[in-house]
């Protein structure tokens, strides 16, 4: 069996145990927005989806829930790497956030909404300084953070991400050039200041319990 097809059947298995039901037929923008209509009032996931600090899609059963959040550094919590290349696609064409800064994947009819390892974009550059998402976006960058522990950002027109660590050099370079002024910043502030979310998990079950 092709590795990729393995993957896909796993990570198909693990959301539809919760009621997330991936379309394995024809995953189109169109189809979502058709979904969406018919079905107002799937409800949400929540915890199976995370985007760890590399910019990679993972995946987190029950399992791997149990040992601990996302965000901590329990050896297994962060899940399983997605790798299936057209799942990928879907997922980074129909990512988004809604009011209160919680990002989601918009699967069909339902909001399966990402706990995130550091930020909801994760930056690429290229050669000329040119900043592209971990979605395969291109951006514009509006100015450039450095957290106490020496963490790069960029606060762009789509949002704040974390700079994928294979880049800071072309960061420091970019700097060094006089392109952006690297501003100071706390990293406990970011996800206020920037209105995201790191666990939209953790905000459900806290409302869960009142």
Same mark, same amino acid.
Not at 75 to 86: D, M, N, T, W
């Given at each position: 069996?092709? @590795?990729?097809? /393995? ?5 198909? @298995? ?31 996931? !929540? ?47 129909? $990512? ?7 990002? $989601? ?7 399966? !909404? ?36 020496? $963490?790069? !950002? ?10 994928? /660590? ?9 700097? /060094? ?16 200041? !920037? ?6 998990? /953790? ?8």
């Amino acid at each position: 069996m092709d @590795t990729h097809e /393995t993957s896909e059947t796993l990570a198909v @298995t693990r959301l539809q145990r919760v009621g997330c039901q991936i379309n394995r037929t024809l995953l189109m923008d169109e189809i979502v927005q058709k979904a969406m209509t018919k079905w107002p009032n799937v409800p949400d996931c !929540y915890g199976w989806l995370g985007l760890d600090n590399r910019g990679q899609w993972r995946m987190r059963d029950d399992s791997v829930q149990t040992m601990g959040a996302f965000q901590s550094a329990e050896p297994g919590a962060r899940g399983s790497v997605l790798r299936h290349e057209k799942l990928i696609e879907f997922i980074n064409r129909n $990512y988004d956030a809604d009011a209160k800064g919680r990002w $989601y994947f918009q699967n069909g009819p339902q909001r399966v !909404y990402v706990e995130l390892e550091s930020t909801p974009h994760i930056f690429r550059l290229d050669a000329s300084f040119n900043a592209t998402s971990h979605t395969g976006q291109a951006t514009q960058v509006l100015s450039c953070l450095v957290d106490e522990w020496g $963490y790069a !950002y960029l606060n762009t027109t789509m949002g704040l991400g974390l700079v994928h /660590t294979l880049d800071v050099l072309m960061l420091a370079e970019a700097i /060094t050039q006089g392109l952006w002024e690297a501003k100071e910043c706390r990293v406990k502030e970011l996800s206020e200041h !920037y209105n995201f979310r790191k666990s939209p998990q /953790t905000e459900f079950l806290l409302t869960k319990l009142g």
